[in-house]
């Protein structure tokens, strides 16, 4: 799940200074680095045109992965 930035985009640079693992690069603003992105989601959230998106249908699919993961809770387990 790599964000890339739509038409909105005004390859203002917030991103690129933004992103915690560098996978944006500011020649390229557009797109972002899919081995570095840790996908956190920061440039999206940052982005003051709301230009930068993921797939809705890749994100329904990993939210749907997650609430069947996450409706139990589970114990603390400490590994050594």
Do not use: F, T, W
């Not at 920061?42 to 994100?59: E, Q, T, Y």
């Not at 939210?63 to 387990?77: F, G, H, L, T, Y």
């Amino acid at each position: 799940m790599v964000p890339k930035a739509e038409d909105g985009c005004n390859q203002c640079g917030i991103c690129v200074k933004k992103c915690p693992a560098e996978a944006i690069s500011l020649n390229h603003v557009q797109e972002a680095d899919e081995k570095k992105c840790i996908s956190c989601m920061r440039c999206v959230v940052v982005c003051p045109a709301g230009a930068r998106k993921i797939n809705a249908a890749a994100a329904a699919a990993v939210a749907q992965k997650i609430e069947k993961a996450c409706s139990v809770r589970k114990r603390n387990e400490l590994y050594c």
